[in-house]
């Protein structure tokens, strides 16, 4: 299963090559998915390719072959019963407009485990996917992380939990948020300023409040909603 922007760029890929027989150019992708830069597209190439949907040619320039798309590309994917879902609200200014053909669900990859408690190693990895409503992503890009650990009990965060996340580098004070700390551990927690510094707030009091100078700290997006399975 495709997440929302892969499928986007094959989509874009695919119409590029129907209309002049060239793969679009990185810059092109980059533009046309509305990404800052050109890693992100070459991760989305990478995982299109990895899933066997495009080739590389080898030794020619801009060169992608479509080699198959979604049976039920414009198709909403079933929400699983099985989840309980609880989606923050989007402030209004940052509601997309949608008409009733954007209902659905949306498939986002899950990055791996973040840690609410102790940080653990940065995430990196794509594990799998998961189905959510489409309502819940609002606009930008997400994507999902499995939490390990209780220091977010108070905030209703659950180890075991799935959280989705809003990719971005900014935060309000208050707002839960990834923080990438030495570039190295990740970890969820409450994001406050402190001067200079920045602190990590946990919402359960068995855990201290980690506060480190702001060149530390790296936020990569901020809890945007949650999904609980119950066995």
């Known amino acids: 299963m495709l997440t929302r922007k892969q499928q986007e760029l094959l989509l874009f890929i695919h119409e590029k090559v129907k209309e002049s027989g060239v793969s679009p150019s990185f810059d092109e992708m980059k533009i046309a998915l509305d990404l800052a830069s050109k890693s992100g597209i070459h991760r989305l190439v990478t995982a299109l390719e990895e899933r066997g949907f495009i080739r590389r040619l080898p030794n020619r320039a801009r060169a992608l072959e479509i080699i198959k798309l979604p049976e039920a590309y414009t198709r909403p994917a079933p929400t699983a019963p099985s989840l309980s879902v609880v989606a923050s609200q989007p402030d209004k200014k940052d509601t997309p407009k949608t008409d009733s053909t954007s209902a659905g669900s949306v498939s986002l990859p899950v990055m791996g485990r973040i840690a609410a408690g102790v940080p653990i190693s940065a995430i990196q990895n794509i594990t799998h996917d998961i189905v959510v409503p489409l309502e819940m992503v609002g606009p930008?890009?997400?994507?999902?992380?499995?939490?390990?650990?209780?220091?977010?009990?108070?905030?209703?965060?659950?180890?075991?939990d799935t959280v989705i996340i809003r990719n971005g580098s900014n935060a309000s004070p208050g707002e839960i948020?990834?923080?990438?700390?030495d570039e190295e551990e990740a970890t969820l927690k409450r994001f406050r300023r402190k001067g200079s510094e920045i602190a990590l707030e946990a919402a359960n009091p068995a855990y201290e409040t980690r506060v480190l100078d702001a060149n530390r700290v790296?936020?990569?997006?901020?809890?945007?909603?949650?999904?609980?399975?119950?066995?």
Do not use: N, W
Request: overall charge neutral; hydrophobic content about 45%.
């Open 140 to 160: 930008g890009e997400h994507y999902a992380l499995e939490v390990k650990g209780d220091s977010m009990i108070d905030a209703g965060i659950l180890d075991g």
């Open 177 to 181: 948020v990834v923080a990438l700390v």
């Open 218 to 231: 790296k936020v990569q997006g901020k809890l945007v909603g949650l999904v609980r399975r119950y066995h």
